[in-house]
């Protein structure tokens, strides 16, 4: 059974770091692209950062500049480095695998921007 866990979330004061990790277990086979999502309350869930199988890697304009998508080479953990963290980036951001057969979601970890 595959799942993906979230950690490294947390309460961050504006113009910090964080770095959000996700690991899956299981097997999964014929992975096309890792990415993180955010949802903010009551606003719809977007895709943040996307790493594909093909080698490239896409941000939304949000974030550009300021965020990194990476994950190791055996496709198993998938990470996002975000710095100078603005109150807005606030929300509960969830790992994503998207592979042939199906796509895979964490249950997603908290991100809170707050002085």
């Known amino acids: 059974q595959v799942q993906l866990v979230e950690s490294g979330g947390g309460l961050v004061q504006p113009g910090g770091s964080l770095r959000l990790s996700c690991a899956a277990s299981?097997?999964?086979?014929?992975?096309?692209?890792m990415a993180w999502y955010r949802q903010a309350p009551g606003k719809q869930r977007e895709l943040v950062a996307v790493?594909?199988?093909?080698?490239?890697?896409n941000y939304a304009d949000s974030v550009k500049g300021r965020f990194t998508i990476s994950r190791d080479n055996d496709w198993k953990t998938v990470y996002l480095q975000m710095n100078s963290l603005k109150p807005e980036d606030t929300a509960v951001y969830y790992c994503?695998?998207?592979?042939?057969?199906?796509?895979?979601w964490g249950r997603g970890t908290q991100v809170t921007v707050s002085s």
């Open positions: 299981g097997s999964i086979f014929s992975i096309l692209a």
């Open positions: 994503n695998v998207n592979a042939m057969t199906r796509q895979y």
């Open positions: 790493n594909t199988r093909g080698g490239s890697t």
